[in-house]
Structure formats: structure tokens, C-alpha cells
T-cell receptor, first 110, second 114 residues
Framework: ELKVEQNPLFLSMQEGKNYTIYCNYSTTSDRLYWYRQDPGKSLESLFVLLSNGAVKQEGRLMASLDTKARLSTLHITAAVHDLSATYFC??????????FGEGTQLTVNP | GAGVSQSPSNKVTEKGKDVELRCDPISGHTALYWYRQSLGQGLEFLIYFQGNSAPDKSGLPSDRFSAERTGGSVSTLTIQRTQQEDSAVYLCASSLATLMETQYFGPGTRLLVL
């Protein structure tokens, strides 16, 4: 059974600081996604990572994938309050379904 | 363009009643997925449809849950004889195809079983 684990589950950081969220998964994957969820809202797609060494960047967020280590990271640079949300990684295998991590609740404080 | 839409946005029901949740996928998307998000279980896959193929029902938690997709578009998730543990947010997603396309999520239906 595929397991996807994120850490930390809760992250409180100050504006301007950097931090990394980690996503480990237990079996070979075809794709890895990062989604953002604001309170009471649905999931917004941030990144899709397709292959080993893939790196994607959008604004203050950068995601990377190491398929050999079965690890993806979401790096936050110079955090701002607007980044406060819950971030999920999700692994997609040949069955097309997504298996999600537990989510990382990020709070960026002024 | 229009995204995935779901209705109702909120549903309160009594234990033992049946409920129907509706999903309208993005136009042209052939794959449709249902997920459930609850405090205790996180985000769980329930079922997916692709075109006219038999749906993958392997994530449905019990035989009280069923889903159908009519005309390759709108889908309905039905929960019979609801239980309190069915309380969750039910999310629908669609994608262009099952071949590893990004899934776009709807706003969800928040179900509360009293």
C-alpha cells in the first residue's frame, strides 16, 4: 500500500524567513503534485513533477523531486502572509488516483 | 472557463437518510474522480470514471456508497443510510484523461450527518 508522509504537519514562521516542507512516499510513482488549500476552500494545483531531478518554481515557492530517495520538497523563500494555507503533496501511480499526504498547515506571521 | 462545480455546497441530514451529491466536471474532461476529506482520515480516493470504461470503485468505504456518471459528464455520488462517520467534505475532480493529467478540484460538498 502506498504511503505518503509529510513533515512538518504544522509550521509557524515569520515573514521573510525560509523553510522547507518534506514529502516522502513509499513506492515508485509516475507523478507528484503539490496542492494548496485555503480554509473552507478546495484544492488548487501548484506544481506537477514528472521525473527525477525535476524542479519547478512559482514566485516564492519551489518544488523538487528526487525519485531515487522517494522525496519531494516544497521550499518557501522569504515567506509572506499570503502564503498561509495548508499544502498537500499527492502521488499519482498508474491507477491514476491520487494518494495524498496528511497536509502541512502553514501560518506566516507578520 | 468554468471550473468543476458541485452541489449542494452544504448538506445536513439525519442518520439513516440517503443523500445525493452532484458534480459537474470541466467541459471536455473525460476523467472524473471523487475524494473525501475528513479530520480523521485526511484526503481519500473514493471512485473514478473514465469515458465508457467500468469505474474504479476500489476506494468506496462500504456498499452504502455508490456513484454514477451519466452521458460521460455529470456524476452523482449517493450515500444510503448515512452514518455519522460519513460526515466529511466530498470533493470532485476532473482531468482531460486518466493518463497522468492534472486533476482540477471542485469546491466540495460539506456533509454533516446528525
Amino acid at each position: 500500500e502506498l504511503k505518503v508522509e509529510q513533515n512538518p504537519l504544522f509550521l509557524s514562521m515569520q515573514e521573510g524567513k525560509n523553510y522547507t516542507i518534506y514529502c516522502n512516499y513509499s513506492t515508485t510513482s509516475d507523478r507528484l503534485y503539490w496542492y494548496r488549500q485555503d480554509p473552507g476552500k478546495s484544492l488548487e494545483s501548484l506544481f506537477v513533477l514528472l521525473s527525477n531531478g525535476a524542479v519547478k518554481q512559482e514566485g516564492r515557492l519551489m518544488a523538487s523531486l528526487d525519485t531515487k530517495a522517494r522525496l519531494s520538497t516544497l521550499h518557501i523563500t522569504a515567506a509572506v502572509h499570503d502564503l498561509s494555507a495548508t499544502y498537500f503533496c499527492a502521488v499519482q501511480t498508474s491507477g491514476s488516483r491520487l494518494t495524498f499526504g496528511e497536509g502541512t498547515q502553514l501560518t506566516v506571521n507578520p | 472557463g468554468a471550473g468543476v462545480s458541485q452541489s449542494p455546497s452544504n448538506k445536513v441530514t439525519e442518520k439513516g437518510k440517503d443523500v445525493e451529491l452532484r458534480c459537474d466536471p470541466i467541459s471536455g474532461h473525460t476523467a472524473l474522480y471523487w475524494y473525501r476529506q475528513s479530520l480523521g482520515q485526511g484526503l481519500e480516493f473514493l471512485i473514478y470514471f473514465q469515458g465508457n470504461s467500468a469505474p474504479d470503485k476500489s476506494g468506496l468505504p462500504s456498499d452504502r456508497f455508490s456513484a454514477e456518471r451519466t452521458g460521460g459528464s455529470v456524476s452523482t455520488l449517493t450515500i444510503q443510510r448515512t452514518q455519522q462517520e460519513d460526515s466529511a467534505v466530498y470533493l470532485c475532480a476532473s482531468s482531460l484523461a486518466t493518463l497522468m493529467e492534472t486533476q482540477y478540484f471542485g469546491p466540495g460538498t460539506r456533509l454533516l450527518v446528525l
